[in-house]
């Protein structure tokens, strides 16, 4: 089935830092979200993409929607302790409203 | 503006139980989302309504899962029986009319069957 792959897995920063993070698919995908998940709440959504190419902000963070539409980029800048979480992208399977997530980049930053 | 409101936060009860999960969508948004999250298999579609009707359960991993929509404002998931393998974090989501909106989750069930 298809399958939204992230990476890294795993990132350990220091505050101030940038990171980057990307997900990528098996097929093309129209719509491109990054999730953000707090430990005991859920993911909550930071940008949302919807046209190849496009590069959309949001504070800090910056997502871009690739031009081949199998994959998504999501960098932060400087970044600082509440960034810590897991940050998972997700699109909808073609033709369907049924989301498909990816499997998530852990980040911690250390202060 | 509430967001997504889910009940119980937690749930801890014994293999065989029934287990009944409450969800209330956000106003307005006319798609309701189960999700199930584990650290094994991440965050995994069960079922979702539109309009209050069931469009696609194949997510559902057996007959012992079950979820309805009586009403615009008010979603269920049941388990029954409960089995441990079935502990995990349920979420549910909504989104607005327009299927590919994004969906906006509650803060979830974590479920504990011993």
């Known amino acids: 089935g298809q399958q939204l792959n992230q990476s890294p897995q795993s990132m350990f920063i220091q505050e101030g830092e940038d990171v980057s993070m990307n997900c990528t698919s098996s097929?093309?995908?129209?719509?491109w979200l990054w999730y953000k998940q707090d430990p005991g709440e859920g993911p909550v959504l930071l940008i949302a993409?919807?046209?190849?190419?496009e590069l959309t902000s949001n504070g800090r963070l910056t997502a871009q929607f690739g031009i081949t539409r199998k994959d998504s980029f999501l960098n932060i800048s400087a970044s600082i302790p509440s960034d810590v979480g897991i940050y998972f992208c997700a699109g909808p399977h073609p033709g369907t409203y049924k989301y498909i997530f990816g499997t998530g980049t852990r980040l911690k930053v250390l202060a | 503006d509430a967001g997504v409101i889910q009940s119980p936060r937690h749930e801890v009860t014994e293999m065989g139980q029934e287990v009944t999960l409450r969800c209330k969508p956000i106003?307005?948004?006319?798609?309701l989302f189960w999700y199930r999250q584990t650290m094994m298999r991440g965050l995994e579609l069960l079922i979702y309504?539109?309009?209050?009707?069931?469009?696609?359960d194949s997510g559902m991993p057996e007959d012992r899962f079950s979820a309805k929509m009586p009403n615009a404002s008010f979603s269920t998931l049941k388990i029954q029986p409960s089995e441990p393998r079935d502990s995990a974090v349920y979420f549910c989501?909504?989104?607005?009319?327009?299927?590919?909106?994004?969906?906006?989750f509650g803060d979830g069930t974590r479920l504990s069957i011993l």
């Open positions: 309504f539109n309009n209050n009707v069931p469009i696609d």
């Open positions: 106003s307005g948004h006319d798609y």
């Open positions: 989501a909504s989104s607005l009319t327009a299927g590919d909106q994004p969906q906006h």
């Open positions: 097929s093309i995908f129209n719509t």
């Open positions: 993409l919807y046209k190849a190419g």
